[in-house]
């Protein structure tokens, strides 16, 4: 899977979560919680989603790596 | 005949906006079955029937805003003669009424009911103005002299449009959403600010014990698995509240306290860009804290989707409110009528902590819980405290 191909499905599952965000928006260093007001349960739900997609299990401790789009594209290429 | 009509879905609705119709004429519904969706300022609402039949006519239209209490449909009984025209612009009392709603002899008909050809218009009673209550509130709200408008709608009436109109001086000008529901949420909390006597009580917990059981649980469960803080403390409210029932029920004008026997938690979910719903947790004092959990996510998804249903809009019998991981240590809230108390739960800090005569950093946090003085006094208070404060510190306690 490339990092573009990772970065689509994170973005459609982000968008899932929330789905009221504006998708054009998003740029790779917004901060899921600090900017796009995801809620601990979103966060939860989207680490659920990537889990079922990429077969990536993403520890608590691993949360802050995936918490803006830039940094998930890396952590998930690694992991997947 | 029953006549089904627009719900009220919170202390902090007005209007709603009927969007699809889930049935038709003929089609037999039972008490609890989702018949409509209205679009609300809190996004779409499925709304459930509360009486048992058959429905015999749809009686809104798609896309029209609508006055709580506007009929939406009439619905017989199985059986029931259907009267050759049907007067449905008196409308029964809503089924789910929890508290007493503006007065339904100034909502506005459902002025385009396809069965009924328009009723000739009534007089006014003696001067008195016919206005839709959003009209009138917006015209409080903005001092428009309604005497001085011409109504729009049905039979003359004052209509929301109308006093747009007269405040913008040109074609109604669209408030977006979010400003609806800001004003919404404005006019329930005042309401609530001028009605209820709220009293408060602070205490400050060690979580320390609680967030280690929660990381050892969760280092080993697959993400569905997982728990978070949120679900240990919508439990030990809905325990608290199922021992200490002078903080779990609704306040009405007409009857006073009344305490419920399930436990519905509302669980104060933030929206992007501002603003808040509170869907309730229908019974949430029979869940473990899986079910807990699990009844969370699936609130917090709907509400993100726009799928609540109107039972868990209306029917809280409390409220919890975090403020998450991060922010300010303690929050006194504001009771969401009709409810009689709400649970204020800050962010986790560390801090230093007595523990066996040594101080130690601890995890603590601290919960404020506004009550209702007409139900509840200070002794009753520190007890739910009390008993919240046991549930959150034994977790793995079924």
């Known amino acids: 899977m490339t990092s573009t191909d990772i970065r689509a499905v994170y973005l459609e599952e982000l968008l899932r979560v929330a789905p009221d965000l504006d998708a054009d928006s998003i740029g790779d260093d917004d901060h899921i919680q600090d900017d796009l007001e995801l809620d601990s349960m979103d966060?939860?739900?989207?680490?659920?989603?990537?889990?079922?997609?990429?077969?990536?299990?993403?520890?608590?401790?691993?949360?802050?790596?995936?918490?803006?789009?830039?940094?998930?594209?890396?952590?998930?290429?690694?992991?997947? | 005949m029953g006549v089904?009509?627009?719900?009220?879905?919170?202390?902090d609705m007005e209007v709603g906006k009927l969007v699809e119709w889930l049935v038709k004429p003929g089609d037999s519904v039972h008490r609890g079955d989702v018949v409509a969706v209205v679009e609300t300022q809190k996004g779409a609402i499925e709304i459930e029937i509360f009486q048992d039949g058959v429905v015999h006519d749809l009686l809104a239209d798609l896309g029209r805003e609508l006055p709580v209490g506007a009929p939406l449909a009439t619905v017989v009984a199985e059986g029931e003669a259907v009267p050759e025209t049907a007067e449905t612009t008196t409308p029964e009392a809503p089924a789910p009424a929890t508290e007493p709603e503006p007065e339904p002899a100034h909502a506005e008909p459902a002025a385009t009911a396809p069965a009924s050809p328009p009723p000739a218009a009534p007089p006014a009673a003696d001067g008195a103005l016919r206005v839709s209550?959003?009209?009138?509130?917006?015209?409080?709200?903005?001092?428009?002299d309604l005497s001085a408008l011409k109504g729009s709608g049905p039979g003359g009436a004052i209509?929301?449009?109308?006093?747009?109109?007269?405040?913008?001086?040109?074609?109604?000008?669209?408030?977006?959403?979010?400003?609806?529901?800001?004003?919404?949420?404005?006019?329930?909390?005042?309401?609530?600010?001028?009605?209820?006597?709220?009293?408060?009580?602070?205490?400050?917990?060690?979580?320390?014990?609680?967030?280690?059981?929660?990381?050892?649980?969760?280092?080993?469960a697959p993400p569905d698995e997982r728990f978070l803080l949120g679900a240990v403390l919508v439990r030990a409210t809905a325990l608290a509240a199922a021992k200490v029932k002078e903080l779990n029920g609704h306040y009405l004008d007409d009857k006073g306290f009344v305490p419920s026997d399930m436990v519905n938690p509302g669980v104060a979910i933030a929206l992007r860009?501002?603003?808040?719903?509170?869907?309730?947790?229908?019974?949430?004092?029979?869940?473990?804290?899986?079910?807990?959990?699990?009844?969370?996510?699936?609130?917090?998804?709907?509400?993100?989707?726009?799928?609540?249903?109107?039972?868990?809009?209306?029917?809280?019998?409390?409220?919890?409110?975090?403020?998450?991981?991060?922010?300010?240590?303690?929050?006194?809230?504001?009771?969401?009528?009709?409810?009689?108390?709400?649970?204020?739960?800050?962010?986790?800090?560390?801090?230093p902590w007595v523990v066996d005569g040594a101080v130690v950093p601890r995890r603590v946090l601290t919960v404020t819980?506004?009550?209702?003085?007409?139900?509840?006094?200070?002794?009753q208070v520190a007890r739910f405290i009390a008993e919240f404060a046991r549930s959150v510190q034994t977790p793995e306690e079924p």
């Open chain 2, 133 to 144: 209550p959003a009209a009138r509130q917006l015209a409080a709200e903005k001092g428009v």
């Open chain 1, 43 to 80: 966060v939860l739900n989207l680490v659920a989603a990537l889990h079922e997609r990429l077969g990536v299990d993403i520890p608590e401790k691993d949360y802050p790596e995936i918490a803006t789009p830039g940094r998930a594209v890396g952590y998930l290429s690694k992991a997947a």
């Open chain 2, 369 to 379: 819980v506004s009550a209702d003085h007409r139900v509840s006094d200070g002794r």
């Open chain 2, 4 to 11: 089904f009509v627009m719900p009220s879905l919170g202390a």
């Open chain 2, 159 to 220: 209509v929301l449009s109308d006093v747009e109109d007269a405040t913008a001086g040109k074609p109604a000008k669209k408030t977006s959403p979010m400003e609806e529901m800001h004003k919404a949420i404005a006019a329930a909390m005042t309401r609530s600010k001028r009605t209820i006597p709220h009293f408060y009580l602070t205490e400050t917990i060690d979580i320390d014990d609680a967030i280690g059981f929660l990381d050892t649980h969760n280092e080993t």
């Open chain 2, 273 to 351: 860009g501002g603003g808040l719903v509170a869907p309730a947790l229908m019974d949430a004092g029979a869940m473990s804290l899986a079910e807990t959990m699990a009844g969370m996510r699936d609130l917090v998804t709907r509400a993100r989707a726009g799928r609540l249903r109107g039972s868990e809009m209306t029917q809280g019998t409390i409220t919890v409110s975090s403020l998450g991981e991060t922010g300010a240590e303690a929050m006194s809230g504001v009771i969401f009528p009709p409810q009689v108390a709400l649970v204020g739960i800050g962010a986790p800090k560390l801090r």
